[in-house]
């Protein structure tokens, strides 16, 4: 039954209220007008009916498996997805069979990968012959640098697209669209309001399940910031010392303070201490800051 919900672009009423505000159109998806806007590089590809290979990078609730979806719906192909995470050769070598007795009967298939980079370099490899012979228009959606992640072959035959994390008038959007569909505002203060902004750090998925939270209280009660914090539990950092987001802000912290700017060093110090980063890492790095970059 849900199959039949997704297909038809409707939820059921007891869906999570993200699935239920999932974009039908490409211009109803937020903050990625460089590429979906006018003239950006995806919206060029729809408009002239072909779709391309792409990799979509970007932090999680950006859009990737919205895009992917509605690009499929937009060009008239079959979409199909897998998940990296929960697929293995087996899975792959039926999409593969799938999509090629498609293009059989003359229908394009857009295969959507999630999490593409947790294939390993064989599995990746195997996408080659049927991204070559245009069996599958492949779409992969990845959190990490593909350029760390990804076998080059595979890069070479696909365009890469950043998704930038959704900014303030983005977010604003989604709330306000929460809103209209839920028939009421949020119970925030305006400082509360830019704080459940602040606490969704880009990401529109996590901004939705935060406003459901919400939504779900007792009427006639309007919150401060104090009063949100004690609704909402408080969001672990987006932070992984092995990977792209370690390197990312220890580069923030240094270009901080080559740039003399106390206060953005300190924000970006303490985002690595509130995500677990080894303080001894950091003295490290900072002695090295004070022999390099201030002498």
């Keep these: 039954m849900s199959d039949l919900f997704e297909a038809s672009g409707i939820h059921p009423p007891d869906a999570p209220l993200a699935d239920r505000?999932?974009?039908t159109a490409l211009d109803q998806v937020v903050g990625?007008?460089?590429?979906?806007?006018?003239?950006?590089?995806?919206?060029?590809?729809?408009?002239?009916?072909?779709l391309g290979s792409m990799i979509l990078w970007g932090p999680p609730g950006t859009g990737k498996t919205t895009i992917a979806r509605l690009l499929a719906r937009a060009a008239g192909y079959e979409y199909q997805a897998i998940s990296a995470v929960f697929s293995g050769v087996a899975d792959l070598k039926k999409a593969f069979?799938?999509?090629?007795?498609?293009?059989?009967?003359?229908?394009?298939?857009?295969?959507?990968?999630?999490?593409?980079?947790?294939?390993?370099?064989?599995?990746?490899?195997?996408?080659?012959?049927?991204?070559?012979q245009g069996v599958v228009t492949l779409v992969g959606a990845t959190t990490e640098n593909p350029s760390f992640e990804l076998n080059g072959a595979l890069l070479s035959r696909s365009q890469v697209f950043v998704l930038k994390r959704l900014n303030d008038d983005a977010l604003e959007q989604l709330l306000a669209r929460?809103?209209?569909?839920?028939?009421?505002?949020?119970?925030?203060?305006?400082?509360?309001?830019?704080?459940?902004?602040?606490?969704?750090?880009?990401d529109g998925r996590?901004?939705?399940?935060?406003?459901?939270?919400?939504?779900?209280?007792?009427a006639g009660e309007t919150l401060d910031v104090q009063g949100l914090a004690g609704v909402l539990q408080r969001r672990a950092p987006a932070y992984d010392k092995s990977r792209e987001e370690?390197?990312?802000?220890?580069?923030?912290?240094?270009?901080?303070?080559?740039?003399?700017?106390?206060?953005?060093?300190?924000?970006?110090?303490?985002?690595?201490?509130?995500?677990?980063?080894?303080?001894?890492?950091?003295?490290?790095?900072i002695v090295r800051m004070a022999v390099e970059d201030i002498g």
């Excluded at 460089?34 to 919206?43: A, D, V, W």
């Excluded at 996590?206 to 007792?218: A, K, N």
């Design 32 to 50: 990625q007008d460089h590429l979906l806007g006018e003239g950006g590089p995806i919206r060029r590809m729809v408009e002239a009916g072909r």
């Design 246 to 285: 370690h390197y990312n802000l220890i580069s923030a912290l240094h270009k901080s303070v080559r740039g003399s700017d106390p206060d953005a060093a300190l924000y970006w110090l303490a985002r690595m201490l509130n995500g677990g980063e080894d303080p001894l890492y950091l003295a490290r790095r």
């Design 97 to 132: 069979e799938q999509a090629r007795g498609r293009r059989a009967a003359g229908q394009s298939t857009l295969l959507f990968v999630d999490e593409i980079h947790r294939f390993n370099r064989a599995q990746q490899d195997g996408f080659l012959p049927f991204v070559e």
């Design 178 to 202: 929460a809103e209209a569909h839920m028939e009421r505002v949020l119970p925030l203060s305006d400082e509360a309001r830019q704080a459940l902004l602040a606490l969704a750090d880009g």
């Design 21 to 23: 505000l999932r974009p």
């Design 206 to 218: 996590y901004l939705l399940t935060m406003s459901e939270v919400l939504f779900d209280l007792p």
